[in-house]
């Protein structure tokens, strides 16, 4: 069993510190194995919101952490810093902007999706592909849960979003499907949306599971779309495999996060299925 916790959008810059609080408190109560954090660290890419952001992920009490960079964690304004380092202040705190996670029954994928030449949209390349399976260990796909972590999503929750989603998002969805994802998780829309693939990609030939979380500790949150994130717990049977994901809401009132009911998904022939 494998316990996840998966932040993104902390915009740091834009924190709320008694949100900061509340999630330092339940990460602390349910102690993971490791915390992703897919992009948008910070709000304009400044080393003082890098320096942040750093300080509150070695607070959470998790032994590691795998952090991908979002379209805000490459400088907007100063076009100098865009065109010749744009990662330096994020790699200066962070370290590399992909990198790879590797539990017991759960293979982590980090990539970056973003571009300095680009504004806020996010591509995949089939070279993402080959470099990042490059570092999979040698077990056949089926021995463990394949994650992978992207800034923007594949599918958004809401219509009005679905322009904020990867450029080419169905060919890179059957990339993902070809090369046996389980759970690609997202963030970049600050609204969450935790699903199979089987309604948004009906075509492919085995699904996985979408899971995109909103923003864990910024204000810059959406109208019905409080600060949240979600937990990723894996569970291993023989050949049966289970994935519950929990999302975890800020609630204004109590000044605490609260979980939702899970959502089950387990795996079958042809892919991941949500079950009762
Ligand atoms: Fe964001
Ligand atoms: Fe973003």
Known sequence: MTLIVHLSDTHFGTEVPA???????????????????SGDITQRARREEFQAAQQF???LPA??????????????FDLLARGFFPYRNYCAALGRQSGTWFGDDVAVFGFNSTSPLRHTKGKLSPEHFRSMLKEAPAEPPQACIRIACV??????????????RLINADSTAEQFSMHGFDIVLSGHVHVPYIATTRDSFPG???????SGAGTATSHRTRPGAPNSFNFIE?????EDMEVDITLCRFDEASGEFSANPAYRFRRA??????VA
Not at 63 to 76: C, E, F, R, S, T
């Open 19 to 37: 949100v900061v609080d509340a999630l330092r408190n339940i990460v602390a109560a349910r102690q993971p194995d490791l915390v992703i954090v």
């Open 57 to 59: 992920f070695r607070s």
């Open 63 to 76: 032994p590691a952490l795998l952090v991908i960079p979002g379209n805000h964690d490459i400088p907007l």
């Open 151 to 164: 800034h923007q999503p594949l599918h958004t929750a809401w219509m009005q979003d679905a322009h904020e």
């Open 204 to 210: 492919l030939t085995r699904h996985f599971i979408l």
């Open 234 to 238: 894996t569970r291993k049977d023989g």
């Open 269 to 274: 022939r042809d892919g991941w299925k949500e």
